[in-house]
T-cell receptor, first 114, second 116 residues
Framework: AQSVAQPEDQVNVAEGNPLTVKCTYS??????LFWYVQYPNRGLQFLLK??????LVKGSYGFEAEFNKSQTSFHLKKPSALVSDSALYFC????????????FGKGNQVVVIP | EAGVAQSPRYKIIEKRQSVAFWCNPI?????LYWYQQILGQGPKLLIQ????????DSQLPKDRFSAERLKGVDSTLKIQPAKLEDSAVYLC??????????????FGPGTRLLVL
């Protein structure tokens, strides 16, 4: 079955510093990968996705993600973190053998320190 | 464009009571999903519909959970009777269609359920 792992529970970063949220995947076949962000008491908001093509994917709010096939990773990045980026971030993989359902990781809490 | 709407936003019930959640997807979206998000975990798919037909309900606890999407638009998710472990956020999502591997799912704000 397709799955993703988010190894860290919480990521702390100072405002203005680069932000990285890690995600590794395990799939049969081609990976279809997504990042979502969840603010308190809100639903998930779509950030970006990798389907095919360039390994560097650009998304909303200045976020980007780098797809690395050899390391089976899809890390989310932002060059300069803002306090407003403090939220819960989820990596997900689509399962084409399971009616295209999304399988989510456990999430990473990001805290940006002013 | 209006997003996915859900109601109520919060619900507190006692165990063994019943509860229902409502979802209105983005206009024109054929596929609708219900997820359960337990505190500290990622969302888990409960059921997905393509128009008014069930595509996947393999992870739905059918002894107590039910869902319907009668006219292919709005959907309701019901729990009867509720257990303590059903305390979670219930998220509804929609996408244009099921067939596209690159389809993006768009989520509503969720309903936070507390079972006492």
């Amino acid at each position: 079955a397709q799955s993703v792992a988010q190894p860290e529970d919480q990521v702390n970063v100072a405002e203005g510093n680069p932000l990285t949220v890690k995600c590794t995947y395990s799939v049969s076949g081609n990976p279809y990968l997504f990042w979502y962000v969840q603010y308190p008491n809100r639903g998930l908001q779509f950030l970006l996705k990798y389907i095919t093509g360039d390994n560097l994917v650009k998304g909303s709010y200045g976020f980007e993600a780098e797809f690395n096939k050899s390391q089976t990773s899809f890390h989310l990045k932002k060059p300069s973190a803002l306090v407003s980026d403090s939220a819960l971030y989820f990596c997900a993989v689509r399962d084409p053998y399971g009616n295209n359902r999304l399988a989510f990781g456990k999430g990473n809490q990001v805290v940006v320190i002013p | 464009e209006a997003g996915v709407a859900q109601s109520p936003r919060y619900k507190i019930i006692e165990k063994r009571q019943s509860v229902a959640f409502w979802c209105n997807p983005i206009s024109g979206h054929a596929t609708l999903y219900w997820y359960q998000q337990i505190l500290g975990q990622g969302p888990k798919l409960l059921i997905q519909f393509q128009n008014n037909g069930v595509v996947d309900d393999s992870q739905l606890p059918k002894d107590r959970f039910s869902a319907e999407r009668l006219k292919g638009v709005d959907s309701t998710l019901k729990i009867q009777p509720a257990k303590l472990e059903d305390s979670a956020v219930y998220l509804c999502a929609s996408s244009l269609s099921l067939a596209g591997i690159q389809e993006t799912q768009y989520f509503g704000p969720g309903t936070r359920l507390l079972v006492l």
